[in-house]
């Protein structure tokens, strides 16, 4: 498959789960407006670090799964379809609810870059969601300067679309803004995820043996 379309493919679903308010961006918002920008950009950088870094987990196991075993990479794939597919019906049928910022934590006396760090490090179903992201396009044959370009775009978008939230988006009123704006991303995000879904377990085909 050509690279380019790979790469779409995975971040048609990569950037809209990253703007969807979630604890990544409830800690640099709190950063923010604790501590000031620089503490926001702190956060943002462990943040995207350990996005980063579940990126790259995903990838090198889903490889591993595809070059060595073709029933469990079709598993995986299955599985992958599924989450996404369930990840959206829940978002397109989801209430509106406010961004809760909470009235204190442990990001008031960690270093605002460990903050960042821990709080996606303790976000269980990161690692699930870039599973089942990379799911949709890793194949046996998906060279290493791919994925190697892949994580790097995931590290990018996430200082990126953070850096942004913390120089912009830490006053009450725009925070009420995006609050407002969340549910038409959340079921924006939520069409595409069960589409892509679907498709992986449509395109998915059990390997027969020879």
Known sequence: MDPILILAGVFAIFIPALMLPGPDFVAVVRSSMTHGTRAGLMTTAGVSLMLAAYAALSLLGLSAVLAEYQWLAWAVRIAGGS????????????????????????????????????????????????????ATAVTAETPGWLMAMMVAMVMALSLVWYSIVSLFMSSAPVIRSLGNARHLIERTAGVCFIAIGGKIMADSRYPLAP
């Open 83 to 134: 989450y996404l597919a369930y990840l959206g019906v829940r978002l397109l049928f989801s209430k509106p609810v406010n961004i809760d910022l909470g009235s204190g934590s442990a990001g008031d006396t960690l270093h605002p870059f460990l903050f960042g760090l821990l709080v996606t490090l303790t976000n269980p179903k990161a690692i699930v969601v870039f599973a089942s992201v990379f």
